[in-house]
């Protein structure tokens, strides 16, 4: 985050007074005249495309992920990373942010729980994707950290936000999370920022209105209440909702579910369940082909968790820019594979892996050992001779139960065996 960012964050916590502006009262009509309806986004907001970006000088300006000072000399790994995801690709106007877990049960002094995720255990991320699942920034959690490069009114929590959202500011961009990043004061410190945002809210957090979250309803019904243009609202389905946005105006509106079923729904809930699912979907696509395996230094996993990170942005960006939306990611990965060490695509992995061979016949000129054979009416199981070479050499006279198979020479396996042929 720039100092001009910082300035302007600090600046509007200073003027703005959390107590001095009340939630006022809505319902679903949509001729309410209390409410004021906000501008399109697209009249108040400057507009935002889809588009790859191949010049050197249109690149977003970097800052690293725990040092927003940094120059393009003193990078990190993650850093670099970063600023290539940036650069490569901008996503459209809806964002989503959410936690991502690495497996890893080893014991380090950040590693993570999280119930709900598939690992359960291990390192945690904080992930900044399109709503289509393309990364565009990754925070890895460190444990608790007293420094901050925001304001200091701010939570933590927001601070996270705000970090990860650094360079998509004041771009008029649509913010998805859910209800461990959102509260008002985000959604307000945010709006400022030219940044919508919708998710769900925990009912806990300051400067919600009591009326909503407090109020008894009956399943189906929807209540909402407005502080200037953030809006938090509480929907009974099976459980109570409770939603925080400033993108659209809460109304019941047709939704159909999977099953093609018609259903009423809250507009800012609809929205949600939309544009929420980018980190789930690159999850998704990065576990079906993961790099990292058992180990106890945790700091390998995270460089091959990031590797796959790249390989799954550089598979979305390739689909979206050469369009091929049949195309595999394993296809990609194999291709991926041969152009990185210069292998033709046409080659098969029968091909490339070449079966062990079986182990030749020896001609029959070659000299090798086998048992002197037995003569007839020979009642033992085993023929002995004198071996020529103990003989030869020491004269001495020593027995053997194997000859030359070529020569037919009673010879000790081994040492006399091979100092007899190298004199022939």
Wanted: aromatic share 12%.
């Amino acid at each position: 985050m720039n100092r001009r960012q910082i300035s302007e964050i600090q600046n509007y916590l200073n003027e703005s007074d959390s107590g001095s502006s009340l939630f006022s009262c809505g319902d679903d009509s949509d001729n309410d005249p209390s409410y004021e309806q906000p501008r399109p986004h697209s009249q108040s907001l400057p507009p935002v495309r889809c588009s790859f970006d191949s010049g050197d000088d249109c690149g977003p300006e970097l800052t690293g992920s725990n040092n927003y000072q940094n120059s393009d000399d003193n990078l990190s790994v993650d850093d670099t990373l970063i600023q290539n995801f940036q650069t490569a690709f901008i996503p459209t106007e809806h964002l989503s942010i959410d936690e991502s877990l690495l497996l890893h049960r080893g014991r380090i002094i950040f590693r993570q729980y999280i119930k709900n995720k598939k690992a359960r255990y291990g390192i945690k991320f904080y992930e900044l994707t399109s709503y289509d699942g393309y990364v565009l920034n990754i925070e890895m959690y460190q444990g608790k950290q007293e420094q901050s490069a925001v304001p200091s009114r701010t939570s933590k929590i927001d601070s996270i936000v705000l970090r990860l959202m650094n360079n998509y500011l004041n771009k008029g961009f649509s913010l998805y999370m859910d209800n461990y990043y959102n509260s008002v004061t985000l959604s307000n410190t945010l709006l400022e920022l030219k940044t919508h945002t919708t998710g769900t809210l925990r009912k806990n957090r300051k400067g919600n209105p009591k009326v909503v979250v407090d109020n008894k309803l009956k399943k189906g019904q929807h209540v909402w209440r407005r502080k200037n243009n953030v809006y938090v609202s509480k929907w009974k389905d099976k459980r109570d909702v409770l939603c925080i946005t400033t993108r659209v105006h809460p109304k019941l509106i047709q939704s159909e579910n999977r099953y093609g079923q018609q259903k009423n729904k809250p507009s800012e809930i609809v929205e949600y369940n939309n544009y929420m699912n980018g980190v789930d979907r690159s999850d998704q696509m990065v576990s079906y082909y993961n790099s990292p395996r058992k180990t106890c230094k945790w700091y390998k996993k995270v460089i091959f968790h990031l590797l796959d990170v790249t390989v799954w942005n550089s598979f979305f960006i390739y689909k979206k820019h050469f369009d091929t939306p049949n195309m595999k990611f394993k296809a990609f990965r194999d291709l991926l594979i041969k152009n990185l060490f210069n292998i033709p695509n046409n080659v098969t992995a029968n091909e490339l892996f070449v079966l062990k061979k079986k182990p030749s016949i020896p001609p029959a000129t070659n000299h090798y050992q086998e048992r002197i054979p037995i003569p007839e009416n020979y009642k033992r199981t085993i023929y002995y001779k004198n071996c020529l070479q103990c003989y030869k050499t020491n004269k001495i006279r020593k027995q053997t139960s194997f000859q030359c198979k070529q020569c037919a020479k009673p010879l000790c396996a081994g040492f006399c065996f091979e100092a007899y042929h190298k004199n022939l």
